[in-house]
């Protein structure tokens, strides 16, 4: 992942410092502005699949593995509506979304 990318994506995550993109709409107007984007929406929907996942009592499952890309399993069941959620993440994804609270706990013994 580059860098940038990477940086935005940790400003839009972090509670403390969030960096609005009204105020720098300049900075999400460019290719890797929309890649962290898209990115950090991914994993927002991630992180509220896994929560709640643990809500219901359920634990999410992270497959270490990897395929010809170098990317990660991650799968989530849901009961109350019979279905299961399947993504595959790169390593800088998965290391972006274990940041985020409460997923390290989630997966604790597949981290």
């Known amino acids: 992942m580059d860098p940038f990318v990477r940086r935005l994506v940790e400003r ?3 509670p403390a410092r969030p960096l609005s993109r009204n105020r720098h709409f300049h900075t999400f107007d460019t290719p890797e502005g929309r890649m962290a984007l898209k990115v950090s929406r ?3 929907s991630l992180h509220q699949d896994i929560l709640a996942c643990v809500r219901e ?3 999410a ?3 270490r593995h990897l395929d010809a890309e170098g990317e990660h399993r ?3 069941h849901f009961e109350r509506i019979a279905g299961r959620r399947v993504s595959h993440l790169k390593a800088a994804e998965l290391e972006l979304l274990a940041q985020l609270p ?3 706990d989630a997966l604790a013994g597949d981290l």
């Open 74 to 76: 991650l799968e989530l």
């Open 57 to 59: 009592g359920r634990r």
């Open 61 to 63: 499952r992270l497959f």
């Open 42 to 44: 991914r994993l927002k």
């Open 102 to 104: 409460g997923v390290r």
């Open 12 to 14: 839009l995550h972090d």
